[in-house]
């Protein structure tokens, strides 16, 4: 059904003439009787009885009327579901707990009246394409450890760099200690039962491992962060990494430690990805925060995957 039509059907039938609607609408009168001619048309009946008067509605006409009525409000409603700036930003994280989803808090508590939509999807991969087809606008990943590169039309910039740290046991033997440097760490388990085959955090650590000659053991369900903790409590040769930025609250029995790395200190990188040719205005708001607050990588003292 032509919406032009039914608009024109239902400003004639406000205006209660032909000529008062062609400028209410700003076209000519001859359009506002071809338009409705071709409604009534369609419908197989007579909507208005034309009279020197003005133009009366016939009980077709009536009975059409508010579902016209009706009929236009859907049709906004829909077009302005996506309109630039009136639905939700969406944006993936990879988890809702750790610092690519502070980033976004940080945001929102900036720019309180932009609504925001956030998903996790699993990979970073996946989560490149849901950006390039226009499912997700934008996402917050380890770019450089996908090994591929961004699609054409989409570009990122780096906006963290998480220092890490080693989370042990009170009977680890680095449970004392103020720092480790990861070249401690050689010939030590590392546990990570949420590391997952082909993910860019997966790859991130198998590369940190190598460099300092560690060991990642990914074996085991993942049972969430509480068995992570109870675990860890329990375990005088099992650790884990945790992000520094990542928040973490534990029983107090488990008396668990969080030991910053140093010489150097790992950290791992975070770039916004987004389609150049997305127009919604709160991406361009959350672009502007987080390259603003993101203070540069330091020159020295850090390590991160080339």
Wanted: net charge negative; proline share 8%.
């Amino acid at each position: 059904m032509d919406l032009n039509a039914v608009r024109t059907f239902v400003a004639v039938a406000d205006a209660g003439q032909f000529q008062n609607a062609a400028t209410d609408l700003s076209v000519t009168q001859q359009a506002v009787s071809k338009r409705v001619a071709a409604l009534e048309h369609s419908l197989g009946v007579k909507l208005f009885v034309r009279a020197p008067s003005g133009a009366r509605l016939t009980i077709d006409g009536q009975a059409f009327l508010p579902h016209a009525r009706a009929l236009l409000d859907a049709a906004e409603r829909a077009a302005s579901s996506v309109r630039p700036g009136s639905r939700a930003l969406r944006v993936d994280v990879v988890h809702r707990q750790v610092a690519t989803a502070g980033l976004l808090r940080a945001f929102h508590r900036a720019y309180p009246d932009t609504a925001l939509d956030i998903v996790t999807l699993h990979g970073g991969a996946e989560a490149v394409e849901a950006v390039r087809s226009g499912a997700i606008d934008a996402t917050v990943r380890a770019v450089a450890l996908l090994d591929q590169p961004l699609p054409e039309g989409v570009e990122s910039a780096p906006v963290l760099d998480e220092p890490l740290h080693l989370f042990t046991g009170p009977g680890h033997p680095f449970a004392k200690a103020r720092s480790v440097t990861p070249a401690q760490l050689a010939g030590h388990r590392i546990w990570m039962p949420g590391n997952a085959p082909g993910t860019e955090w997966t790859a991130y650590y198998d590369r940190l491992a190598a460099e300092f000659g560690f060991t990642i053991d990914a074996i085991g369900p993942d049972f969430g962060i509480e068995a992570l903790f109870d675990t860890i409590a329990e375990s005088t040769t099992v650790a884990t990494f945790v992000g520094e930025e990542t928040p973490l609250v534990w029983p107090v029995g488990h008396a668990l430690r969080r030991i910053p790395l140093v010489d150097p200190t790992p950290v791992y990188p975070g770039e916004l990805v987004w389609r150049t040719d997305n127009a919604h205005p709160a991406l361009a708001a959350l672009r502007g925060h987080l390259t603003a607050a993101y203070p540069g990588r330091p020159n020295s003292g850090i390590w991160t995957p080339e």
